[in-house]
């Protein structure tokens, strides 16, 4: 039975792997292949050291294995954020089909600091505080 579960295990996280992979290649722009690399590479090794874990049998693999997942879930998606805001400081460019920017706009590069005051529908056309093309102002 174990060995029926280690293989599920295996083959599916291999398959996760796969699609990230895959995904590296796909995905136009760094921000969507870094998305789809932490987000199926933490899926896909946390289910192989699952797979370790009922293949050992043993207690102390299993906490190790335990141990190792809790740190993947807790550091993954922030160093992953921490990247792509690093990526976005120096420049790197979305898709030209993104239709959100977040910091666009709030980046001081002297000050090297973040302006955490939004302005209303700057970076959100499609919101309700967004003025439409009736309400825009000439210039």
Not at 64 to 85: E, Q
Request: hydrophobic share 45%; net charge neutral; glycine share 8%.
């Amino acid at each position: 039975m174990n060995d029926i579960i280690i293989m599920t295990l295996c083959t599916i996280a291999s398959l996760v792997i796969l699609i990230a992979a895959i995904g590296i290649v796909r995905m136009p722009d760094f921000y969507l292949r870094l998305s789809v690399t932490i987000k199926a590479a933490t899926l896909g090794i946390g289910l192989l050291l699952a797979a370790a874990a009922v293949f050992f049998g043993d207690i102390s693999v299993n906490t190790k294995a335990i141990a190792i997942v809790f740190f993947l879930l807790l550091t993954t998606p922030v160093a992953g954020h921490m990247i792509s805001r690093a990526a976005h400081f120096i420049g790197v460019k979305l898709w030209k089909g993104s239709v959100l920017d977040e910091l666009k706009g709030k980046y001081d590069r002297t000050t090297h600091g973040l302006e955490s005051r939004d302005t209303p529908g700057r970076n959100n056309p499609g919101s309700e505080d967004h003025p439409g093309p009736e309400q825009q102002p000439d210039v």
